[in-house]
């Protein structure tokens, strides 16, 4: 048997594009979540306090966020990375849907190794539908760094974990992220600046409720101002700071799925539906008569000290 299988469907589509109505047939049964090791190794039991959610809309969300910092920044590694060698491993901490890791994959030799962690893997594609040089890992960021990966690897990278980030402290995270990699190896951390973010808007446009609807979601992250400091004073050595800003020609795109993260974090924490809808409801008045909110990207490149 192939390993790609196809599954009818019984909805029926139209010949004008339409679909009918699916309807359930009797006797079909509940698709089950899977018990213990599921389809991607993902531990259903682990605990997930995660703030945001999992499902279809939360998924395409990173999908979107990806192309969108992927053309503001012009690349995946920073270039002051080298990424040549033909043995290079990299890892993808809190991977999400592992997007950047198979944006990665292409065009890199196949004796490339590229791992992806976090502590879920239910937002990434079946295992043998992945590039065979991508292995997925179940990994808390907060617990030991598993024995066969210490010191593994040349670059490191994590790309939004702003809500995984305790008491404001990035030490933690930047200890264990150290332990992955080999002396001399590199981090890099990609952030969204919700410190120097702002509410842009065309002249004489309102955006009082898209403020107040971006200032439950942004958080107190001071945390961001220092890390630079906080790398060279915890077994890092040469950080850099990048700081990269979207024009207004592109502040819709990026406002919608700031919006759209707020309402998976209003799901999810804020558990007030009605309060919550109609501040949604009034900030994308706002962003149709013209406001948006803007929020600069910054990219740490540090380097473990041999
Ligand atoms: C906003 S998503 C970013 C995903 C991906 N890095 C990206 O940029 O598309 C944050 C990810 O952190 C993961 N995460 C949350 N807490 C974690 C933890 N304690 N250890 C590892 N990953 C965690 C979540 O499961 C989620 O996939």
Redesign the pocket.
């Known amino acids: 048997m192939s390993e790609t299988q196809t599954i009818s469907s019984t909805t029926s589509i139209l010949e004008n594009g339409h679909s009918l109505d699916f309807k359930v047939p009797k006797d079909s049964t509940v698709p089950q979540v899977p018990t213990g090791t599921g389809w991607n190794g993902t531990t259903i039991e682990a605990k997930d306090p ?1 703030a ?1 959610m999992r499902d279809c809309n939360a998924n395409s969300r ?1 999908t979107a ?2 192309y969108l910092w992927k053309e503001l920044l012009g690349f995946l590694v920073h270039p002051d990375i080298d990424t040549r060698a033909a043995d290079l491993r990299v890892a ?6 592992g ?2 890791l198979q944006d990665f994959a292409r065009g890199k030799p196949p004796s490339t190794e590229l791992h992806g ?4 893997l239910d ?1 990434v594609g079946p295992k043998p539908w992945l590039p065979a040089n991508i292995h997925m890992h179940t ?4 617990e030991n760094v598993p024995d066969e990966f210490v010191g593994f690897f040349d670059i490191v990278h ?4 702003t809500v ?1 980030v305790k008491n404001n402290d990035p030490r933690p995270i930047l200890a264990n992220l150290r332990k992955l990699l080999k002396p001399g190896g590199y981090l890099q951390w990609d952030e969204v600046d919700t410190i120097g973010c702002s509410i842009k808007t065309v002249p004489g446009v309102s955006a009082a409720n898209l403020d107040t609807l971006f200032s439950q979601l942004k958080g107190r992250d001071t945390w961001k101002y220092e890390l630079k400091r906080i790398m060279d004073e915890n077994g890092y050595t040469d950080s850099m700071l990048y700081t990269y800003e979207y024009g207004l020609g592109m502040a819709r795109f990026w406002n919608d799925v700031y919006v759209s993260t707020w309402k998976e974090f209003a799901d999810n924490a804020l558990k007030t539906p009605e309060e919550s809808g109609k501040l949604e409801r009034n900030a994308m008045m706002e962003t149709l008569n013209g406001a948006s909110i803007m929020v600069p990207k910054l990219v740490w490149v540090t380097k473990k000290t041999d």
């Open positions: 995660y945001l990173l966020q990806h993808d901490v809190a991977t999400g849907n997007i950047w962690f976090d502590i879920s937002q990994w808390n960021i907060f994590v790309r939004l974990i995984v």
